[in-house]
């Protein structure tokens, strides 16, 4: 196995929550969002777990770009579904579609990884891994809307 595209152990990934992860582009990745920066900038994705694979996003809404799911201490999840709680939208955890709230039918971004000898493997080729938790940016605080948390 490629050791530097290994994330951490599956068990490590709840179905309840998720885990952050900094990753950073290194292939072909269109600049859209609002944590998305130029080659080599670091940006954060999500992992859950599924029923017998591991999924993940990048840790953004797709109705407030500027907002991320997953603070640092891991999104909530409800019936299965990874809840945004800046507004309330809910994305299917195995296809990332929104499913209620006011970017219903958006879906967020998915990157490849694949389960291999019990560890999460980053298996997508536009980016590399750089490290469990939030990604080292000034700019990226996610606390910056009203929200349904009461903060």
Excluded at 76 to 87: D, M, Y
Excluded at 94 to 107: I, L, M, W, Y
Excluded at 109 to 135: C, I, M, N, S
Aim: charged share 30%; net charge negative.
């Amino acid at each position: 196995m490629d050791e530097d595209r290994r994330m951490l152990p599956a068990t490590d990934v709840p179905t309840d929550g998720t885990v952050l992860v900094t990753l950073r582009p290194v292939g072909d990745v269109t600049v859209e969002t609002g944590d998305r920066g130029a080659d080599g900038d670091e940006l954060e994705a999500m992992l859950i777990t599924l029923a017998d694979e591991v999924a993940c996003y990048r840790n953004y809404c797709q109705h407030w770009t500027d907002v991320r799911i997953d603070s640092g201490d891991g999104a909530a999840v409800r019936n299965g579904e990874i809840l945004c709680e800046k507004h309330g939208a809910y994305f299917e955890s195995g296809t990332g579609v929104c499913t209620f709230g006011p970017c219903e039918g958006a879906v967020l971004d998915a990157v490849e990884v694949a389960v291999r000898e019990g560890d999460v493997v980053l298996t997508d080729p536009d980016y590399a891994f750089v490290r469990l938790g939030p990604a080292e940016r000034p700019d990226v605080e996610g606390g910056s809307r009203i929200d349904f948390t009461g903060s």
